[in-house]
């Protein structure tokens, strides 16, 4: 369990931390195996995986009557805006660097919030609509490199625009997990989820999948996709999750502004350098953003007699 002891607010601030370091490892292994692979026969693969190796630690820690899936069509909503997420994620990072992706995830919590007012009505407060102003504000300065001239003439990449139609299906699984969520509980929700995601690939996958040379895929494919199955998916699937049933949906994904500063200390690690250090303000702008939503976030509700 995340965060045992702790207040359910406090738990989901935990896992979404945890999340944020996790998902941005994605971008930078994910910038490095994209060229070598087609993303739907990764995706294919990934969701695979996960949903075996998931259902196994189900089977083991709650018996095999938890793997039940109710109501399957849920599942099915769930996994095509998981699957749509990830597979342009994964196509994008072929034409955009991870940073300037990594910059575009965070307008996720911006369009989050919409689909959280749409769906759920859940209103944001002046201090989240301003906090979510400054974070569009910082991706955008990261995402045009601090470059007034591309800009004003929109000259925005190939990679971020796909990027962007992926990250409004991963605002809409928020509230959605919230909407159709009936009681069960996180491990085997996710693993429903990674389990449909899969089987709504598979039709566009299939012959990715059989024209692939497995056999002969580069190593970084492979710690990639071991990497992405175990934590990008499963672990940080169950957090996502998680969180969601504790926080609104424009909080949790407020951590997503953590991201880009956490993929410019994986590109570091794996000796890629850093971006320009102007383009380093914007990060700093998401971080403003972060701390205005995350700021007396457990403060007691004022209920009118």
């Known amino acids: 369990m995340v965060g045992a002891g702790l207040a359910p607010p406090a738990r989901g601030h935990l896992a979404m931390l ?22 739907r026969a990764f995706m294919a693969a990934r969701f695979l995986f996960a949903a075996l190796l998931l259902a196994l630690v189900v089977r083991a820690t709650m018996g095999p009557g938890a793997l039940k899936f109710r109501a399957p069509w849920r599942y099915a909503v769930l996994g095509a805006l998981y699957a749509g997420y990830f597979v342009g994620m994964f196509w994008a990072l072929r034409y955009g660097a991870p940073v300037s992706l990594a910059a575009v995830f965070t307008l996720t919590p911006l369009l989050a919030g919409l689909a ?9 407060t002046g201090r989240m609509a301003v906090a979510l102003a400054i974070g569009a504000a910082g991706a955008l300065w990261v995402i ?3 470059d007034l001239d591309a800009l004003f003439a929109f000259a925005v990449g190939r990679g971020e625009v796909i990027f962007f139609f992926a990250c ?29 995601a899969f089987l709504v690939l598979l ?8 024209a692939t040379d497995w056999a002969a895929l580069p190593a970084i494919v492979w710690i990639t996709l071991a990497y992405i199955v175990v934590f990008a998916t499963m672990v940080s699937s169950y957090l996502l999750a998680f969180a969601s049933l504790r926080l609104p949906a424009a909080k949790v994904m407020a951590y997503t502004y953590l991201t880009p500063a956490w993929v410019i200390l994986w590109e570091f690690a794996l000796g890629h350098g850093g971006p320009p250090a102007l383009v380093i303000g914007g990060v700093g702008l998401t971080m403003v953003a972060l701390w205005l939503l995350l700021k007396d976030e457990d403060a007691p509700p004022v209920v009118a007699s």
């Open 116 to 124: 959280g007012w749409v769906l759920l009505r859940q209103a944001a």
């Open 144 to 146: 045009f490199r601090a």
């Open 203 to 210: 039709p566009v996958a299939a012959a990715p999948v059989a």
């Open 18 to 39: 945890l999340f944020s370091a996790l998902v941005a490892g994605s971008f930078s292994l994910g910038g490095l195996a994209a060229p070598e692979i087609d993303p």
């Open 168 to 196: 409004i299906s991963h605002a809409l699984y928020i509230p959605v997990v919230r909407m159709v969520n009936r009681g069960e509980a996180v491990l085997p929700f996710t693993c429903g989820v990674l389990t449909f």
